[in-house]
Every structure is written in structure tokens, then in C-alpha cells.
């Protein structure tokens, strides 16, 4: 009896560390943004996702961003088809479409999400380097 005991309580908490390893979430600033794509800069399991509209996207974007519009009536489908393994640095304007975005991702299983918090609107006021395709 014991060892039952014994065994499901270590089984417990392994898994509690499993859910807490693979449901990363977690806010960032335009300082720890840069710092984290600094540190990924090779790293192809790493992904910077923009969830603007093309026009916001196209006056100036993190290097190496992919769009994805949040406004899209096939947003969730096409964030669907990402690999959920990867981790994900997302932002948008101000923050709001990019949190929301981060919501639906995590429903969806995805696994290690940064959601750079401040937005594009700080990132550019701030001076750090936007591109234009």
C-alpha cells in the first residue's frame, strides 16, 4: 500500500512538472524581446509572429517576423497549421490582438509563447530596428 502511495505521488508530481515545462506564457518587454531574439538568432524552432494587418506590417517589422492577421476570418486555421513545439515571440500594435492571439494559441496546445507586451508602438518609439519588406 505503501508504495502505491508512494508511486502515485511521484507520478503526481512529475506530471504537474510536465504541465508547467510545456504551458509557457509570459510577458515581455521591447528589452527582453531584443535580448530573446538575440539569443535565438540561429535557433529555427524559435518564431517571431507579427499578428497585425499586412498594412501595419509592411511600415515596419521585427526582422525575420512572419505575418499572421489576427483580424484574418481564417486566423485560427492558419495559426493551426504551426508547429506547436516551437517557441513564439508574438506582438502586434499595442498588445491587445497579440494577448488575444496568445489565448488561442494556448488553447490550441502550443507549448512556449512570449508575448511582447509593450507592442510595435513602444518597440519603434523606443528606437529599436524595424524593417520594410
Not at 517576423?65 to 506547436?84: G, L, P, T
Not at 488561442?104 to 530596428?129: A, Q, R, T, V
Request: net charge positive.
Amino acid at each position: 500500500m505503501k508504495k502505491s502511495i508512494l508511486c502515485l505521488s511521484i507520478l503526481f508530481i512529475l506530471s504537474g512538472f510536465a504541465i508547467a515545462q510545456t504551458r509557457l506564457k509570459e510577458d515581455i518587454t521591447c528589452k527582453q524581446a531584443l535580448e530573446l531574439i538575440q539569443k535565438h538568432s540561429q535557433d529555427t524552432n524559435f518564431v517571431i509572429l507579427d499578428v497585425r494587418t499586412p498594412e501595419e506590417f509592411n511600415s515596419g517589422h521585427i526582422k525575420k517576423a512572419i505575418i499572421v492577421d489576427y483580424k484574418s476570418v481564417n486566423f485560427q486555421e492558419e495559426i493551426n497549421k504551426f508547429d506547436k513545439r516551437k517557441t513564439y515571440l508574438v506582438y502586434c500594435k499595442a498588445g491587445g490582438r497579440s494577448a488575444r492571439s496568445i489565448e488561442i494559441m494556448k488553447n490550441i496546445n502550443f507549448n512556449n509563447l512570449y508575448h511582447l507586451y509593450e507592442g510595435m508602438e513602444i518597440w519603434k518609439k523606443d528606437g529599436y530596428k524595424v524593417i520594410t519588406d
